[in-house]
């Protein structure tokens, strides 16, 4: 089901109706359904968010439910955010995807239908998850906007590789072995993973696949320089860039409202690292952030976090 966009969430302290430089987020969205979005000036850059309410592939998966509550928690923290966007680009909400009874192929179906109405509208997808299960329909849409040649890198922000066997059903530990099977033009470079997260075979179905993938031990603010001629060499051999971070990736300190906390996560300041490099890059075509589950926080800690990091990606898209 898909539902119109509202400005129920976008709201905030206001500084001033009137200087641009003192508005905040809320002041800057402005709400569009998604068949009504028209291609932009050439001059401008705009962003369309979509929430994607889904969590059926949590649940199959046998994770902790909730992420599909989401998009409108990240909407309301990131609302009251100070605004640094240039003023010629714009924030547009597109709505949202919902899963209902649990048809969760058909909304990722939907949901590649969608990022490809952005991309066709030369708007630039930010994706608002749900469970990571969001990355297949975030990949279709981007697939079917490219064409079927084109060489696709995928870059994963991730403690799990989500390359499990799919033969039962798909989920949201699958999508990713999925692609890998159908698509010979994706690559995939999945940054954070966790030996205590993956096992051996999945390790071992991951080299037969040949994904590029960087440990969580060997991820650190003072090795970035080594970390970045890895992802660009990963990226040289790609002609466009989709970006996905799930935050389980994140220490369990910092990001405890995921399905799986991580006790040895990632630090935040060093996935804000990996996501400006990423989406700086010119190929980068979207983002999604997936596994905020609000049910679970503390504080709204994963929540705030996670609209911090949107904030990241926009500043620094192609930036």
């Not at 990022?115 to 469970?131: K, M, N, Y």
């Not at 059903?169 to 690559?187: A, V, Y």
């Amino acid at each position: 089901m898909y539902n119109e966009p509202t400005l129920k969430h976008w709201n905030g302290r206001v500084d001033s109706e009137t200087d641009l430089d003192s508005f905040r987020y809320h002041q800057r969205v402005n709400v569009t359904p998604i068949t009504e979005l028209t291609i932009p000036a050439k001059e401008s850059k705009t962003f369309g968010m979509m929430g994607f309410k889904c969590d059926e592939g949590v649940k199959r998966n046998k994770g902790r439910i909730g992420a599909a509550e989401a998009p409108d928690y990240i909407r309301q923290s990131l609302a009251k955010l100070p605004c640094h966007l240039p003023a010629k680009t714009k924030l547009v909400d597109v709505g949202d995807l919902v899963c209902e009874e649990g048809e969760m192929e058909a909304a990722q179906d939907r949901l590649g239908a969608a990022v490809a109405r952005i991309l066709e509208s030369e708007v630039i997808p930010i994706i608002l998850g749900g469970g990571h299960e969001t990355f297949y329909g975030h990949y279709l849409g981007a697939r079917k906007f490219l064409g079927p040649k084109a060489k696709l890198g995928m870059i994963n922000i991730d403690a799990h590789f989500d390359m499990r066997p799919y033969e039962k059903e798909s989920s949201s530990g699958t999508m990713f072995k999925q692609i890998l099977d159908n698509d010979q033009n994706c690559g995939y470079l999945c940054m954070g993973i966790q030996r205590q997260g993956n096992t051996k075979a999945l390790f071992e179905t991951a080299k037969k696949n040949k994904v590029d993938y960087i440990l969580e031990e060997e991820l650190s603010l003072g090795e970035m320089e080594d970390t970045k001629h890895r992802i660009n060499e990963f990226i040289k051999e790609r002609d466009y860039i989709i970006l996905t971070l799930c935050t389980d990736v994140i220490d369990s300190a910092y990001a405890p409202g995921v399905s799986a906390p991580s006790p040895f996560g990632l630090d935040p300041k060093l996935v804000r690292s990996l996501l400006r490099h990423v989406a700086s890059n010119e190929k980068i075509l979207s983002f999604d952030i997936s596994e905020v589950n609000p049910s679970l926080d503390e504080n709204n800690k994963t929540v705030t976090l996670a609209a911090h990091l949107i904030n990241e990606v926009l500043l620094h898209f192609k930036s």
